[in-house]
């Protein structure tokens, strides 16, 4: 089965952009559906982009459309995220997952992920 390692957070400003990235390992990539996840401190955790095996079926939480994109390297097994423009309101702890690979698709239900990573904490100061 896949494990998953986050790493790239860190303490940034707002307006600044950041990447973080998810290594993934013991498992084939690039047949799984990935989602990026966040929690902010007293909130459940929240879905903030995903992607399907294929690279052409994305998803955005409208927060974060527009600024956040969401990229996959199957050749090296990388999962990432591009941050833009971020906000306060963009601090959290944030989670790579993957689906079963019995599925091709993403989904927008964080139960149906199968596989997560420890996380790793971005902070915007304002």
């Known amino acids: 089965q896949v494990q998953l390692v986050e790493s790239g957070g860190r303490l940034v400003q707002a307006g600044d952009s950041l990447s973080v990235s998810c290594a993934a390992s013991g498992g084939t990539f690039s047949l799984h559906a990935m989602g990026w996840f966040r929690q902010a401190p007293g909130k459940e955790r929240e879905l903030v982009a995903a992607?399907?095996?294929?690279?052409?079926?994305?998803y955005y939480a409208d927060s974060v459309k527009g600024r956040f994109t969401i990229s996959r390297d199957n050749a090296n097994n990388t999962l990432y995220l591009q941050m833009n423009s971020l906000k306060p309101e963009d601090t959290a702890v944030y989670y790579c997952a993957a689906r079963s690979p019995y599925y091709r698709e993403y989904s927008v239900n964080i139960n149906s992920y199968a596989y997560w990573g420890q996380g790793t904490q971005v902070t915007v100061s304002s």
């Open positions: 992607m399907a095996r294929s690279t052409t079926s994305t």
